[in-house]
């Protein structure tokens, strides 16, 4: 989610410009600080006691911060000091959020997460400042469409995890099936369809196929989940698999913007 936007954008721009290597570095290093960063926190308000784990964390922290104000200075020269501003504003509330959701042990939250593809994603606008000095048009709908569809990838793993913990307790009568998951997964399905139909109005056909495939793949990722045998596949196999899709329809993406 972070990576791919980067990679779609630098062939999307047709054209090439250092600063887009610092903000490759910086998105990194802002994602890599997070971990650091929790631990600080954790030390200073949660746990009575220093861990050993603090100094370590201490250490990575200030690595990354050292890489993360580097590229931000290489980032200036070459955005607008508006969108700096934003961009950073941007970074700052995320990872506070990032944190405090940590604190609270709430990383799994589907809120969340999907708030996360959004902010990941838009690493797409970030690339778009530092090759062409701007937000290209064509990039909104790039960030828009790469967070719909991984958002729709999330529901369908909440969707997985769901039928999974089904299947461990249908021993019991009295166990409630749950199929929230499954049925939002569905609602964002119908939302990549809508988003189809209105790229094939727009005569954008390879964005339409794209939209499809990834509709057509968690479509039959929602259709698997009937089975316990498949049920069973190890989630690094399902992941790979959802990195796959995600790449094909990256690829597809290209070609319908370029």
Known sequence: MLLTPIVCTAILARTWRWSELATLTAAFAALAAKDPMVVLVRQRFVWKQRHPETAVAARWLAGWSVILVASGLVLLTAWPLKAMVAMGLGVGVFSALAVAVNMKNRQRSTLFQIASAAALTSSSLATSLSATGAIAPWCWW??????????????VVHARLDARIAVRVASSATAPVREDFRRVAQISLIVL?????????LRRGFVALALLVAVVGYGYDLRRQRSTAALQIPLTKVGQRALAL???FASLLILGLW
Do not use: K, R
Not at 142 to 155: T, V
Not at 193 to 201: F, H
């Open 193 to 201: 369809i809508c988003a189809a139909v209105t790229a094939i109005v």
């Open 142 to 155: 790039l960030w828009l469409l790469m967070a719909m569809q991984a958002a729709a990838g999330i529901l």
């Open 246 to 248: 995600a790449s094909l």
